[in-house]
């Protein structure tokens, strides 16, 4: 069964989001409909402002929409509450971010297992601690930073960080992958490596969407649609990969 027959892992029906700035409202989404499918790697291109990101942090969770419903596996997720909200937000779905947000006092190793932690508590981090730890070292050595676990982020370079964010949000073994501009605060070269490693995880099988303003970054995905004027203005196959 191909990926496009496949029921979709999570959808956007109708969102709607307002933000109240300088005493006026303004409509980031105006109704947005979004599928993605199990084992897609989707690109949402658009420019800078037009609610991309608010796109990508309504789907993981991060906010609440004013109208519509996002749904994963079929469930509504904003029906959720309290734990079984934050479990869907630190085990469905894992997040990488445009500027990182590592802790700076932390090791490479350290940020990596903080997330895995965070949705255990202490309580039950103690009995998977060496587990999780050997996980997150195995993240790290496919992340090519096997000799880098122990320094922190301030002594790692742009792309390195990155790394360590994507393991990040790989440890806790989420179904899908949000990433933010992941290439956004890089330079060309570095940028390449990290959708090197976007496009080999997306070979595994990691469903993944990705938001971005740069037409070149979206022409890694399977998919890519366009986000303007607070809509999907429509979909289109990435020219790479329709070739």
């Known amino acids: 069964m191909t990926a496009t027959a496949t029921p979709p892992i999570l959808r956007a029906e109708a969102i709607e989001k307002t933000y109240r700035m300088g005493g006026k409202d303004l409509r980031v989404l105006k109704g947005v409909d979004c599928e993605v499918r199990p084992g897609e790697l989707l690109a949402i291109l658009g420019r800078s402002g037009s609610g991309k ?4 942090h309504l789907l993981g969770g991060l906010d609440r929409p004013d109208g519509g419903r996002v749904f994963y596996d079929g469930d509504d997720v904003y029906a959720r509450r309290g734990s079984a909200l934050d479990r869907y937000r630190n085990h469905s779905v894992g997040f990488v971010f445009q500027f990182y947000h590592l802790l700076p006092e932390l090791s ?7 997330a895995a932690m965070l949705q255990r508590g202490v309580a039950g981090w103690l009995g998977v601690k060496k587990q999780l730890t050997e996980r997150a070292s195995h993240l790290l050595d496919e992340m090519g930073l096997a000799d880098r676990m122990k320094h922190r982020p301030a002594k790692l370079s742009g792309g390195e960080r990155q790394r360590v964010a994507i393991a990040r949000a790989l440890i806790n073994q989420p179904r899908v992958l949000l990433a933010d501009e992941p290439t956004g605060n890089l330079d060309q070269e570095t940028g390449a490596s990290i959708l090197e490693l976007f496009d080999q995880l997306h070979a595994g099988g990691q469903t993944t969407v990705m938001v971005t303003h740069d037409p070149k970054v979206a022409d890694a995905a399977d998919r ?3 986000l303007a004027g607070g809509r999907l ?7 790479e990969n329709a070739s």
């Open 53 to 56: 990101s608010t796109l990508l």
């Open 108 to 114: 490479a190793l350290e940020n990596v297992t903080v």
């Open 224 to 226: 890519v649609v366009m």
């Open 233 to 239: 203005a429509g979909t289109a196959i990435a020219a």
